[in-house]
């Protein structure tokens, strides 16, 4: 019995994975989640070492001038 759903294999590892009815096959082929986050970063070159601050504390910047 199968449940909703269908299976696809990704173009990148050659798993099979499971892919909603709905999702729309795109032209170059179906690449899973998993590879398409590698994907992306290797494309893109992304720097995930020298990310330590990224933390950025913005006060929210009130008129502190006026008293009435
Ligand atoms: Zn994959």
New binding site residues.
């Given amino acids: 019995m199968k449940r909703g759903g269908r299976h696809e294999t990704?173009k990148?590892?050659?798993?099979d994975?499971n892919v909603s009815l709905q999702l729309i096959l795109p032209e170059h082929g179906y690449?899973?989640p998993?590879?398409r986050g590698l994907y992306n970063k290797e494309v893109h070159g992304e720097k995930s070492e020298n990310k330590r601050s990224g933390a950025r504390r913005r006060k929210p910047r009130r008129t502190s001038g006026s008293r009435d």
């Fill in positions: 990704c990148v590892c050659g798993k994975w690449i899973c998993h590879c």
